[in-house]
């Protein structure tokens, strides 16, 4: 459905490569997500937190925060609101993943 870090493993790397809103990668450059490490935050469950620096952050579809059926997402994994404004620029859209920056 788009809008996702797809992970590159040739030679057993560990790095990811942007994609745009088909799922296609974009080609030439490495980018790393700059996830924290596995912590239970807010919710019921473990977590990898964005660092604030992540390229993840807001960077979800600019139209809607939906599942793959459709369906409206209004929290993420730690039950935070959704579709909170993480990199200050005023427009509120989902991060990629199931984390929301606060």
């Known amino acids: 459905f788009g809008y996702n870090l797809v992970g590159d493993t040739d030679d057993c790397q ?3 490569l942007p994609t745009d809103n088909t799922g296609s990668t974009s080609s030439g450059f490495v980018i790393y997500p700059k996830l924290l490490p596995l912590t239970l935050s807010a919710g019921f469950t473990k977590v ?3 660092m604030a620096t992540s390229i993840a952050i807001d960077a979800g ?3 809607s925060c939906n599942d793959e059926t459709g369906t409206a ?4 994994q730690q039950l935070l609101n959704r579709s ?3 990199n200050g620029d005023g ?3 989902c991060d990629i993943g ?3 920056a606060q």
Do not use: Q
């Open 84 to 86: 909170v404004d993480g």
């Open 98 to 100: 199931a984390y929301e």
């Open 73 to 76: 997402l209004f929290s993420d």
């Open 48 to 50: 990898h937190p964005l």
């Open 91 to 93: 427009i509120a859209t």
């Open 14 to 16: 560990s790095s990811f």
């Open 61 to 63: 579809n600019p139209t």
